[in-house]
C-alpha cells in the first residue's frame, strides 16, 4: 500500500490495483489522449529497488492527473480520494450527528452521513442557520485544536477532497473540532456578509471572539466605545469600528521561531491584509514588529525534516516528532531576495493562508467576484462559477491548475513553478524544484518603493 498525505496527516492508503482502477476510469471518461501514462505492471515480485522506482512513478502520476485543469477538479479523482480516505480509516457510511463550532463557541449540530464531503457538511451547516445560498462562499469549514486558554489553533481548511467527519474523528482527540469562520481576508467583502441577518451575526460574533482572544488590538478608549455599541446591539457599527483596529481580520498562529532578523527568534505569526505580520522577540529580549507583503513573496514551499508516518492517522499538529518549516523567498530591496524560514507546526496552515491571499487578489485583478463562488447543487452535482476556480484553496497535490495561465500573465515577473505533491513518508523530504509555491501576485517593486 502507499501512504497518501494531506497537510502532513495521512488521507487514506491506496494499493497499486486501486490507482490503476482510477486509471482506467479517467480514461473512459476523458480519453487516453488527456490522462497520463501509468506505471506498467509486473509479472514478477518487484525487487526494492523496483519497488522505490514504482512509488515515485505513481507519486508523479498523480501529480500529473491533479495538474490537469480537468482531471485534477473531476469528481472521479476526488470521489476516489474521499472513498479511499473512508475505507483507510474503516468509518462506514451512516447516518451521524456532527457538531460544528462557531466562533461564539455555540455549536450547530447537523445530521449528515459520514460519507459527506466538505462541501455537503458546509450546506448541511449554512442551511441550519438559514444563511442564504450567496453568502456560503464568504465562508469555509476549518480544523481547529482547542488550546488550553480556551482559544483555537488553527490546523487547516477542510478540502473538497475529504469527508469532514472522517478527518476529526479519525484524529481520535476531542480537541480537535470543526468550526465556521469567514473565509475571505478583504474587509471590503463585509459589506455583502452584512446584508443578511445571518451572516452580520456570524461576522459579528467571529469579531467579538478575536476581540476577547487579543487577536485584535483595542485600547481603552476603542474599548470603551465597542462596549457600548455591544450594549446597544449595534452589531454593524461594532464592526465598522473593528474594521479600524489594527489586525482586524488577520489569523493569530501560535508563538513559533523564526531565523528573521537571526536565527532562532520566537515570533507570533499573524497572516491578514495581504500580508504576514511578525511580531519578533530578539535575543536581547526587545520586541520588533514588521510585515512581509505577499506581493512582494516570490514564491514558498513546505518542508519537514522527518517522516511523516506516525500512528494510523499520521502525526498530530503540535507533536515534536515532526518539524514543519514554511520558507518564503522576499523581495527585501529592488535587487535583493532573501530567504525568511518560519519552523511551526502550523506551517501547512500558513502556506494555506498565502495561497488563499495570492488567490483573492487574483480574482480581483481580473475582475472577477467571490459573490458567485458557491451555488446549490443541481442534479446533485455542485455547481461552480469561474471565480471559484480561481479562488479555491490548495488541492491535494499543492500544484498550480493549468486554468491559472490566463491570469498568470497579469505578473510576468514570475515564471510558473510548480509544486510538490504526495510525499513518500518512509524518507525525510528532499527540497528539490518541485517543493515551491509560485506566487502569481508577485509584483515586486520599483526604484519608487525604495
Known sequence: AYNIHVNGVLH???RYSQLLGLHEQLRKEYGANVVPAFPPKKIFTLTPAEVEQRREQLEKYMQAVRQ???????????????KAQQETQQIPTEEVLLEVLLSNGQKVKVTILTSDQTEDVLEAVASKLDLPDDLVGYFSLFLVRETKDGAFSFVRKLQEFELPYVSVTSLHNPEFQ??????????AYDDDVMEH?????????QTVSDIEHGWILVNKEQHRQLKSLQEKVSK??????????KYYGYLKFDPCVTDFPEKGCHVVVSAGNNELNFQVRLPNEQIKEGSFKVTRMRCWRVTSSVPMNNGPSGSSPGKSEVKLELAFEYLMSKDRLQWVTITSPQAIMLSICLQSMVDELMVKKSGGSIRKMFRRRVNGALRRSDSQQAVKSPPLLDSPDASW???????SKLTSVSLRGISHSSSANDVGANDFHGNYAFEGIGDEDL
Not at 454593524?236 to 483596529?245: G, M, P, S, Y
Open 178 to 187: 470543526i468550526i465556521l469562520r469567514k473565509s475571505y481576508w478583504d474587509s
Open 236 to 245: 454593524k457599527e461594532f464592526i465598522r469600528l473593528a474594521q479600524t483596529l
Open 68 to 82: 490537469d485543469p480537468t482531471l485534477g477538479g473531476s469528481e472521479t479523482f476526488n470521489s476516489f480520494l474521499r
Open 405 to 411: 495561465e490566463p491570469m498568470a500573465k497579469l505578473s
Open 197 to 205: 441577518r445571518v451572516g452580520l451575526n456570524l461576522l459579528y460574533a
Open 12 to 14: 487514506c492508503r491506496v
